[in-house]
């Protein structure tokens, strides 16, 4: 895989810097994954130039867009194609217009302009809406009508900044699947922000998880979920996380607490388990499970088809259990309660 | 005097002043406020004569109110609080009185039209048919507006065709264009050639453009004693000097 | 007394958003609305009272009149030309521009607005005069002469009115969304295409209020026309001049010409604002 963008994006921006090496191959997707203020926007404008960097740098294909001090290449000349959180469609032209809009700046004559994005709106399957205006469209049709503007300047470079965000649950999943599909054929490098995991587990060959304008954890989609490095991964991918010290199977946390693992390893370990195994009882249980404690019911929300229930006590983690499971212990908030997880539920991994 | 029917607001405010009017008239003495309208033109002369007449009758106060003697006239007939209507012009007097707001206008003042230039005059303007010259700018009052009127009657005596850059609006709008120096001569009146930096020529012609300034008090006037008083110390030796000092001619 | 509008069903709203809704409106603003438009539109009824209808016909055929209102037309639309020229840059410079003494600049800009319009014209000969600052140089470079022609009302119109537009253009600016303009970049447009092919139409409603009232408020000039431009029939003689001078003699003549600015001007902006307000 060739690699098409080199940078590293060092920013300052108010209170926090940004400091994040980032690295994508043709046809690559990366995700830069992470709460909201974690500096993903920044780096993605860094990337299309509406924001300069104070240090780092940003090179394309070979070619230097952006060395704080030597080299500043302007948004308008970069080849980089953006599709911005609200579309930012321009109201004032019909979605053909609206594509059309990068080509015709590219010095392509307004006829042949016009029929290349026609094209590209036939292929996000939207040709017979190409005289309509922004807002005689939908929330979908106009993503579908943004990224068919963004990838019409055939960008070596595509941004995508929360690009589904603005619609609603059952549209974000036809325009995911949809928005996929192009990413694929998408032959240049593409960067896209999201906080939200699944867009990103879904949409990305890559995931960079950004805390506080830094890398937390970086590696494919598979990695990340399975191995969560952050309080923040592991609650995207709904895992608990703990971080302690390994001797063989044994993870000594920092509070004392001692959880057997299926893996067994040694040194600095991260220790993680779904909440589904953990499995509650009203009288501490006899027999098989290794890691038995005393908790104390703190919440109960649903989740999905079963019960989330948060508990506090030496370990604070989540439990799923059964709607009957919760019924039986007649859970409520404050009771106390014993949590047994198997240890071959319990992942180790070095920190 | 209240014969003439008068506006309604000038009755209602007449029939509000009554009380005032019978207790100045029982004992013969003027005291109360007086208000004059007075053409622009009479301005700083009016000020002063109304500041003698004050002194010499405390317990009066004169109100002014300085405007073209056109919009003074349609105030006064649109019932306008007038003791005292001292015009520019006989023919707005005349609206006046025919509207039966004032009777027995007196002249008490003349003014003559003069050629302004500026000091030194530059240019050597020495008569009305200097002004032709095509290198010459020249400041005319519209026709409309008294000033504008007599100019064109000067320049008809004369013989003089004369096309200016600008038809001003009044006398000072003309003298103005003069003192800022967008223009070389203005025909206004001599009074108002007391500016720093211009001089008046004089030419025979104005003769026939003399400017009546008249006065009279105005029926319905809230104020009638002192109105009349002050119509009579108008027409005083006292105030003709103020007159004459500001370039104004006796009657 | 108020109520709440009950939240209605999106084809419901817009239709009633397009016909005169059923609504109550608060007495507390009905009543002040109401005293307000009449005291708006009464001064017209007067002049519409006293108009001396059956000579009409005559009076508006008379040549000077035709010929006062084509040169107010004119040049009420060059100076607002002039102004959308130098304001709508001015505007833009004020809205997306960040420098030192900007505060500064905004309140300059304002001076006309207060400034009466009288005084403006003299400070428009202290200037453009003969003798003026800039007015001197051109007479001697150029032989050109503002005073007393119909440039002269042009520059005069343009200067009272030019505060409207830029207040407006620079409300609209600042209303728009400036990613709009980022996004044009990251498709390849250049800051001056950015400005005339995303900008300029984003704000298009704002320069048009912008430039009805710069019209307007150039068609009404008196003061600083009659004192930078002086009156001179069929040059410098708008109908405002025409009016003031025809108060001294004619009151009907004045009320005629007066209700033919208000007919004439009211006319082409109805006609501009639904032009304006159909495109998007």
Redesign the interface.
Known sequence: MTRLLDARLVAERGAFGLDLPLRVGAGETVALLGPNGAGKTTALRSL???HALSEGHVTLAGRDLDRPGRVWV?????G???V?QDY?L????TALDNVA??PR??GLGRARARQLAADWLARVGLAELASR?P?ELSGGQAQRVALA??LA?EPTLLLLDEPLAALDARTRLDTRAELHRHLERHEGAAVLVTHDPVDALVLADRLVVVEDGAVVQEGDAETVTARPRTDYVARLVGLNLYRGRAEGHSVRLDDGTVLTAADAIDGEAFAAFPPSAVALHADRPEGSPRNVWEARVAGVHRHGDNLRVQLDGPLRAASDVTPGAAAQLGLVSGMRVWAAVKAAEIRAYPA | MKTAPVAAAAALLALAACGSVDDSMGDGEVDGTVTVFAAASLTESFERIGEDFEDANPGVEVEFSFA?S??LA?QINQGAPADVFASAAPADMDTVVEAGNAEGPEVFARNQLVIAVPEGNPDGVAALADLTDPGL?V?LC?E??PCGAASQTALDAAGVELT??????DVK?TL??LT???VDAALVYRTDVAADGVEAVEFPESAEAVNDYVLAVVGGAPNPAAAEAFAAYVRSDEALAVLTAAGFQAP | MSEAVPQAAPAEARRASRGPRRQRVPVALLVPALLGLAFLTLPLAGLLIRAPWSTMPQRLAEPEVLEALRLSVFTATAATVLCLVFGVPLAWLLARVDFRGKGLVRALVTVPLVLPPVVGG?AL??VF???GLVGGWLDEAFGVSL??TTAGVVAAMAFVAMPFLVVSVEGALRGA?A??E?????????RW?VFT??TL??V?PGIAAGAVLSWARALGEFGAT??F?????GR??TMP?AV??????D?EAAIVLSLILLAVSVTVLACLRDRWTAA?
């Open positions: 299309a130039g509406l302007a948004p308008e000349r970069r980089i194609g953006v911005f930012l321009f109201p004032h032209l809009f990068g700046r590219r205006r807002r503007r963004a300047v | 073209g056109s919009s349609a700018k400041a519209a409309e507006v200016p850059v600008t038809y001003e609006t709008a103005a264009k800022l120096g967008e | 003299v000969l202290l005069g003969r003798n005073p007393f969304d990613r709009y980022e996004a044009a970049a990251t498709l390849g447009a250049g295409t092919r995303v139409p984003l298009a009659i004192t431009a002086g009156n001179f029939p410098t003689q001049l003031y001078l025809a108060l001294e003699t009151l998007p």
